[in-house]
């Protein structure tokens, strides 16, 4: 079945220190993957998305994502986090017929 | 461009009333989906559409829930009757197919519904 999972559900960092999120997805076939952005008492954003070409993905706010399909993995990453990256991550992704399927999210507090 | 509108944003009612939310997609996208979000199960996708026509209604938890696109610019979900573990924020989405084709969602602000 398509899938998309997350590993951390929860994430504490402080300010500037280094961020990696994990996504592994289970598609057969051509995959669309993304990394939506939630932040408090908002709506979904995109923040990045891989179609094809470079897997190495740059979006917006200095994230940055790797499509590495020999691991199933889309992981997010930024080099330092400020406070203002607070919210909740969610990876998801699409093969055919244009169904999101999201992950559980992964809910980044970074402390000031 | 105006974004996704739903409405109403909150809504708070009893347990057995009918709830309606509604959705405005982006003009020209043809894709539209509703999600429901809690604390316990995410983002879980209930239906979506394609040019007005259902295509997957695989996530409408049960026959209490219904869901409509009479026309390209308009969309609602029904619950009837209301339970409280249907509490949660409805996001409504929409999308296209366009040259890119990459299927992303452009997110509404939700209706957060709270049932008593």
């Known amino acids: 079945a398509q899938s998309v999972s997350q590993h951390n559900h929860h994430v504490i960092l402080s300010e500037a220190a280094s961020l990696e999120l994990g996504c592994n997805y289970s598609?057969?076939?051509?995959?669309?993957l993304f990394w939506y952005v939630q932040y408090p008492g908002q709506h979904l954003q995109l923040l990045l998305k891989?179609?094809?070409?470079?897997?190495l993905v740059k979006g917006i706010k200095g994230f940055e994502a790797e499509f590495i399909k020999s691991k199933f993995s889309f992981n997010l990453r930024k080099p330092s986090v400020q406070w203002s990256d607070t919210a909740e991550y969610f990876c998801?992704?699409?093969?055919?017929?244009?169904?999101?399927?999201f992950g559980a999210g992964t809910r980044l507090f970074v402390k000031a | 461009d105006a974004g996704v509108i739903q409405s109403p944003r909150h809504e708070v009612t009893e347990m057995g009333q009918e709830v309606t939310l509604r959705c405005k997609p982006i003009s020209g996208h043809d894709y539209l989906f509703w999600y429901r979000q809690t604390m316990m199960r995410g983002l879980e996708l209930l239906i979506y559409?394609?040019?007005?026509?259902?295509?997957?209604d695989s996530g409408m938890p049960e026959d209490r829930f219904s869901a409509k696109m009479p026309n390209a610019s308009f969309s609602t979900l029904k619950i009837q009757p209301s339970e409280p573990r249907d509490s949660a924020v409805y996001f409504c989405a929409s999308s296209t197919a366009g040259t890119s084709n990459t299927g992303e969602l452009f997110f509404g602000e939700g209706s957060r519904l709270t049932v008593l």
């Open positions: 559409f394609n040019n007005n026509v259902p295509i997957d």
């Open positions: 998801a992704g699409i093969t055919g017929g244009f169904k999101t399927i």
């Open positions: 891989y179609f094809s070409g470079d897997p």
């Open positions: 598609y057969g076939g051509t995959v669309n």
